[in-house]
């Protein structure tokens, strides 16, 4: 007789699963963030299927409209945010969502508990050259009573409120990896059964790391602190990688080891990224996988946000790497003081 298990090789575990397993190890266990994790998994599903034929149904290139922080809008970042926030809200269970794509704030639901910070497709600029590219998504839960109007400081939280962060990574095989608080897991999604399925438990990153993911073309305006950090990858030949696309840098390093970095520069004093729906999110991932993330300075995820989409500088990844930075600029601080 055949043994079974050369037969039948076993199926992972489908998030859907995953998700109801772990249900009870989310303090509000009651099922709402349950229902946010699908929606955003179902959305996943639906804008990987469109950035894969984008160049076949005309998805490609640009709206020829602005996005809030003055960047083209990406014909794949309007339709992506649509998928996102339809889902969403559609799924009941958020009462307002902020989005890169999207001015204000979208008050959703004024009876639900949650609010969703969300970049529906970061580096959208890469599609055209099919590069690997990515959805960053944050939940807080409202400060605010339940069926009372959505209120500013429901929005405007610090990043250690949040209590689920993650994002899709849309790349050779297309990613969803979270956190609720209880560590880190990765899913892997299979287009031919439409799921989802476990493929990196309790992710972890390396404490140290060789990889650095800086965009040296703005070096000449880094900040001294930033340019000794730098300068330091170079003298310990730490490999430079850097995509131009957030998650898809962030991934390799979450995975391998390693840093990721934009500072302030010429073109973005305060930084490029957002902090709310970018910054805050990989940060949440990045500690619950035993790394950091800081502006050099501050703590990411401590950071009173005064405007939903204010940015900062960042530096996030391996803690060794992430406090070498934060020692430059210590040190340099307190020179500059004497
Ligand atoms: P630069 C993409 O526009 C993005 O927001 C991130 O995904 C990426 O890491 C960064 O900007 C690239 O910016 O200025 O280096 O081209």
């Known amino acids: ?18 998700i109801k397993n ?4 989310f303090k509000y266990a009651t099922g709402e963030l349950s229902q946010i994790l699908r929606d955003i998994a179902l959305s996943g599903k639906v804008v990987n299927r469109e950035i894969n034929r984008a160049g076949l149904i005309n998805l490609s290139g640009n709206m020829g409209s602005l996005n809030m922080a003055g960047d083209n809008q990406q014909k794949l970042d309007v339709l992506a945010n649509i998928r996102f926030t339809r889902a969403l809200t559609k799924g009941g269970e958020v009462c307002a969502i902020v989005s890169e794509e ?13 609010v969703i910070a969300i970049d529906p497709l970061d580096g959208s600029s890469n599609i055209d050259v099919n590069v690997s590219i990515g959805t960053i998504f944050s939940v807080y839960r409202r400060v605010s009573e339940v069926g009372t109007p959505v209120t500013e400081e429901d929005v405007l939280q610090p990043g250690i409120n949040q209590v689920a962060a993650g994002y899709v990574l849309y790349g050779s095989s297309t990613m969803l990896v979270y956190t609720t608080g209880s560590g880190v897991n990765g899913f892997t999604y299979d287009p031919t059964l439409g799921e989802y399925f476990l493929s990196h438990q309790n992710m972890v990153i390396p404490e140290d790391g060789k990889i650095y993911s800086v965009n040296e073309g703005s070096y000449n305006s880094f900040s001294p602190p930033v340019k000794a950090f730098v300068d330091d990858c170079r ?3 730490i490999s430079g990688r850097y995509i131009g696309s957030l998650v898809a840098d962030f991934h390799r390093n979450l995975l391998k080891g390693g840093i990721y970095g934009y500072p302030a520069t010429a073109k973005s004093p305060n930084g490029k990224l957002r902090l709310m729906y970018e910054c805050n999110a990989l940060a949440f991932v990045i500690e619950q996988a035993g790394g950091k993330a800081s502006t050099g300075e501050q703590r990411i995820m401590e950071i009173n946000p005064a405007d939903i989409h204010q940015k900062t500088p960042i530096f996030i990844g391996s803690k060794k790497m992430v406090e070498r930075v934060e020692a430059f600029h210590k040190e340099m601080a307190k020179v500059a003081q004497d």
């Open 235 to 237: 003298d310990k030949n």
């Open 1 to 18: 007789m055949i043994e079974n298990s050369r037969i039948a090789l076993t199926i992972g575990t489908a998030l859907d699963r995953f």
């Open 22 to 25: 772990h249900q009870e190890e």
């Open 102 to 114: 999207e001015d204000d704030i979208i008050e959703v639901n004024k009876d639900a508990n949650y």
